[in-house]
């Protein structure tokens, strides 16, 4: 496709023009495309200069992350949501990161459909097979309580 939008935002990446970034990145969302990574690059790359469009990127991975019930996903999502909680606290919106976990919370909330899922019972190191070492969790519960506070990747 002409012209290639994803190369463009990479070189206004690369050139350190954050204003043609999201002018690409807004004409760029208008294809038909796969993958995040570029999403990524550019939520990444505004997160100082255009931190309301770096946190709507990273809702939309995160959501759909969420979405994808698996308990690897949830930890790839929880590493969203630590960055997404450095924007919130650098830019004192304490109370819209608190309303955006309330919403995870409601939205995903375990209630005996695929939200709910079997997560490996951690016992010391390992992660157990056993499968009566499992025990069900609430997806965001996971999420807030057992991800966010690791350390970033």
């Known amino acids: 496709m ?7 935002i990479e070189i206004a990446i690369l050139e350190k023009r954050p204003d043609d970034v999201v002018d690409l990145y807004q004409r760029f969302c208008e294809t038909k ?3 995040w990574e570029i999403d990524k690059t550019v939520a990444q790359t505004l997160a ?6 770096a946190l ?3 809702n939309n991975i995160v959501s759909s992350l969420i979405d994808q019930v698996k308990p690897k996903a949830y930890e790839e999502a929880a590493v969203y949501l ?3 909680n450095k924007i919130y ?5 304490l109370e819209d990161w608190r309303r955006l976990l309330e919403e995870l919370r409601i939205k995903h909330k375990a209630s005996g459909d695929s939200s709910e899922c079997s997560i ?3 016992k010391g190191n390992s992660l157990t ?12 519960s996971f999420i807030v309580s057992n991800q966010l506070s690791k350390p970033l990747l």
């Not at 100082?48 to 469009?53: A, G, I, V």
């Open 2 to 8: 002409f012209p290639d939008l994803e190369t463009l």
């Open 33 to 35: 495309r796969w993958g």
């Open 48 to 53: 100082n200069s255009h931190p309301d469009l």
């Open 56 to 58: 709507a990127i990273w």
């Open 82 to 84: 630590r960055l997404m």
């Open 89 to 93: 606290t650098r830019n004192h919106r």
């Open 120 to 122: 490996p019972y951690r």
């Open 129 to 140: 097979d056993q499968p009566a070492q499992q025990k069900s969790v609430n997806m965001a």
